[in-house]
């Protein structure tokens, strides 16, 4: 499978803080890109798509994408305890996604 | 809507016994369907995808096998367990778009003694 980097946790925040994910991937022909977040026993949940370079907002959630760079990052604004998952990052074009390993985010109160 | 289900969500099967796993899509036609494998504390493992009935890709070479009997059904499926296997198992579909993200089942947790 394509490599897929994110960065190192656990990642601890304090409520109201902003966290910050980022992800590399290897494959510059991908063109899809996605957050899941998984909370701890569950399957992954999508919580943003992005498919152009640039910023995506979503609430509290922005993605930003950087195709040159070959670089992926999700802000969580406003972290809230119900935030507290391990996030993964995805990307793909051909019919399949590979997986980062996840970054656990931990918010506390 | 679009819905997944997978069953059975947890399993305890022995060395060397066999396996089956389902999965159902309902509300799309001619979906995408996948199965991965997740390892505890380890990231999503691809295992097989299916982009239409009777056609199979496998990512891994293992004891695994897997089959799409009718349009909306993936079944996964191993003749003999090994102490490996045990882990995430997750079904997934996606619309036919070429982008489209994946969307998965509640997964079912293995545990092969």
């Known amino acids: 499978q394509k490599e897929v980097e994110q960065n190192s946790g656990p990642l601890s925040v304090p409520e109201g803080a902003i966290a910050s994910l980022n992800c590399t991937y290897s494959d510059r022909g991908s063109q899809s890109f996605f957050w899941y977040r998984q909370y701890s026993g569950k399957s992954p949940e999508l919580i943003m798509s992005?498919?152009?370079?640039g910023d995506k907002e979503d609430g509290r959630f922005t993605a930003q994408l950087n195709k040159a760079s070959q670089y992926v990052s999700l802000l969580i604004r406003d972290s809230q305890p119900s935030d507290s998952a391990t996030y993964l990052c995805a990307f793909g074009g051909d019919y399949k996604l590979s997986f980062g390993a996840g970054t656990t985010v931990t918010v506390r109160a | 809507s679009q819905t997944i289900h997978q069953w059975p969500a947890t399993l305890v099967q022995p060395v060397g016994s066999p396996l089956s796993l389902e999965c159902t899509v309902e509300g799309t036609s001619n979906p995408n369907l996948y199965w991965y494998r997740q390892a505890a504390g380890r990231g999503l493992q691809l295992l097989f995808y299916s982009v239409g009935i009777g056609q199979i890709s496998s990512e891994v070479p293992q004891n695994l096998s897997a089959s799409r009997p009718q349009d909306r059904q993936f079944i996964l499926s191993s003749k003999k367990l090994l102490l490996s296997d045990s882990g995430f198992y997750l079904c997934?579909?996606?619309?036919?778009?070429?982008?489209?993200?994946?969307?998965f089942g509640n997964g079912t947790r293995l545990t092969v003694t």
């Open positions: 992005i498919y152009s370079n």
């Open positions: 997934a579909w996606t619309g036919t778009g070429y982008n489209s993200p994946l969307h």
